[in-house]
């Protein structure tokens, strides 16, 4: 055994240029499967995350919400927004029949933060209330939302004094959330009365958001839907019975993205199929060209008593090494790839993007270079087995 | 003494002019800002080409070196400066707030890729001497 991997070793190495572009086939396909499953479970992974964190069957907000950001911009791209309407709306909404828990929520766009002067945005929640956001927050931090406190989202970056400043006031950090590949992640939590009084310092400095009264505004209304009702039915009788707001279920939010979460895996998973199929036809073909220029060498090994058995695992030696060193170069490539361009993937899609655990990972690592060495080592087999049954004393006569 | 350049020569030099171009041109940070002022990954960026152009003058000083001890000495030195190039991004230096963000998205990431390979590359050609003694 030990002979055969040597010379199959010494073979590869006597012909670098052949064993490179083998190689570089073999990358191919690990790199396809591995890069192209990584990313399309990294959508999958952002819907389901995006699914948890809305919370919500129903979500109510004023007509006019479309000029100023909408709520899927708000919590899928993180594009900071604002859209009031009076508290008024919240009494008329949770009343209707079929609304089991409301609670009204309050989006504010910060005018700058830390670093960047980028805008973030800020979204309220009334602790009594809210059904949606107080338990994801619970996984992270078990205390109480307290006036002047903000919970961040994983993407914020936290100040050493962990204090951050909006319209000229300054806030604690008390906990950070995990990570959800949503526009989530870079929005700012804090409590009604806290964002009231951000409201209300940006009024001071000039920023004019709402004309009406801040004490009594509300963006969103968030609504559990009872027992026994249909989420659409009360949708629909929120739509026809309270005017100038439009009430939108949480699942037709959802299946927009699954929509375009669907387009981009088809993409994906053609593209795949099409690089396999490419790569194993190359691989055939220079397997095939490979054996009728090594018909001597075999031949010469098979007069000084190499058996059958004994070529076709040199031959199974040289195609698993090829193909094990190709699939983990692939994987390494694709993880170069997929790994640090996460964000610029999820930026290019708009899509929700949330890398599966380590786990996941390595078993997904594990079965792509499994998967490449094994359909590498069967493109080898056919072309192994006719250069070993080869006549042996009639290809060394042609050569006489 | 040397006078073959082998692939790990062209790969150091090749790689270590993409990080010195790329971190100023299409990978570059996040621009100014409205009121003309700049956020700190203009420094990171900054910092960064400034390795990286060490990077490149150490790959370029390989080229003409003759000596096999001298060039494995430079490959074990760009091992150390391509890992301060990969830190000083985000690390070292902090990039701004939003993950979507030019110095977030494009310049780090570009950055850690072209310094793993940099550090690949170093990594081979010192087995690689070693090896041949």
């Given at each position: 055994m030990k002979f055969e991997k040597d010379l199959s070793v010494k073979n590869l190495k006597r012909k670098p240029a052949r064993t490179a572009a083998l190689v570089i086939l073999s990358a191919f396909l690990s790199f396809s499967i591995f890069g192209g499953s990584l990313v399309v479970m990294s959508l999958q992974n952002g819907l389901k995350s995006y699914e948890a964190r809305l919370g919500a069957d129903i979500i109510v907000v004023p007509n006019q919400a479309r000029s100023h950001g909408t709520v899927d911009s708000i919590l899928l791209q993180g594009i900071p927004g604002y859209f009031y309407m009076d508290e008024s709306y919240f009494e008329k909404i949770s009343v209707r029949e079929g609304v089991e828990i409301a609670s009204p929520q309050f989006f504010l766009a910060s005018a700058s933060a830390g670093c960047c002067s980028v805008a973030v945005q800020i979204i309220g929640f009334d602790p009594e209330t809210d059904f949606s956001i107080q338990p994801w927050i619970r996984e992270s931090y078990g205390g109480a939302v307290g006036d002047g406190d903000l919970i961040v989202g994983s993407s914020i970056e936290i100040p050493a004094n962990r204090k951050l400043v909006?319209?000229?006031?300054?806030?604690?950090?008390?906990?950070?959330?995990?990570?959800?590949?949503?526009?989530?992640?870079?929005?700012?939590?804090?409590?009604?009365?806290?964002i009231r009084e951000m409201l209300e310092s940006s009024t001071k400095q000039g920023f004019r958001y709402y004309d009406g009264d801040p004490a009594r505004a509300i963006s969103s209304v968030m609504i559990k839907v009872g027992d026994g009702y249909g989420i659409e039915d009360v949708a629909n009788d929120i739509n026809v019975h309270v005017r100038k707001v439009e009430a939108t279920q949480a699942k037709s939010m959802i299946s927009s993205i699954a929509g375009g979460l669907t387009n981009v895996s088809r993409v994906i998973g053609v593209l795949v199929v099409v690089i396999w199929i490419l790569a194993l036809a190359i691989l055939m073909v220079a397997f095939v060209m490979i054996s009728n220029e090594r018909t001597k060498e075999f031949a010469v090994l098979r007069v000084v008593g190499a058996s059958e058995k004994m070529l076709k695992r040199l031959l199974r030696t040289e195609s698993i090494i090829i193909s094990g060193?190709?699939?983990?170069?692939?994987?390494?490539?694709?993880?170069?790839?997929?790994?640090?361009?996460?964000?610029l993937v999820k930026r290019s899609l708009d899509l929700p993007y949330l890398l599966p655990d380590a786990g996941v990972t390595a078993a997904l690592l594990f079965g792509s270079v499994a998967l490449s060495v094994l359909a590498g080592s069967l493109t080898s087999a056919a072309s192994a087995r006719r250069l070993v049954k080869n006549d042996t004393g009639l290809i060394l006569r042609e050569d006489a | 003494?040397?006078?073959?350049?082998?692939?790990?020569?062209?790969?150091?030099?090749?790689?270590?002019?993409?990080?010195?171009?790329?971190?100023?041109?299409?990978?570059?940070?996040?621009?100014?800002?409205?009121?003309?002022?700049?956020?700190?990954?203009?420094?990171?960026?900054?910092?960064t080409?400034?390795?990286?152009?060490?990077?490149?003058?150490?790959?370029?000083?390989?080229?003409l070196m003759r000596d096999a001890k001298i060039r494995l000495g430079l490959s074990a030195a760009m091992i150390p400066a391509a890992l301060l190039a990969a830190l000083i991004p985000g690390r070292i230096i902090r990039l701004c707030m939003m993950p979507s963000m030019r110095c977030r998205a494009v310049m780090s990431p570009a950055v850690a890729v072209c310094a793993v390979l940099i550090i690949a590359a170093a990594g081979v050609d010192i087995l690689m001497r070693r090896k041949k003694g």
């Open positions: 909006f319209y000229n006031n300054s806030y604690n950090v008390v906990a950070q959330l995990d990570e959800t590949g949503t526009g989530l992640d870079t929005a700012v939590y804090a409590n009604m009365s806290t060193v190709g699939a983990l170069c692939g994987a390494a490539a694709a993880a170069l790839v997929v790994f640090p361009f996460g964000g | 003494m040397e006078k073959k350049i082998n692939v790990t020569d062209i790969a150091l030099l090749v790689l270590s002019a993409a990080l010195l171009i790329g971190v100023l041109t299409v990978f570059a940070p996040c621009g100014p800002k409205e009121d003309g002022g700049w956020m700190t990954c203009h420094w990171a960026g900054n910092a080409a400034g390795v990286a152009a060490v990077l490149t003058v150490l790959a370029l000083v390989r080229l």
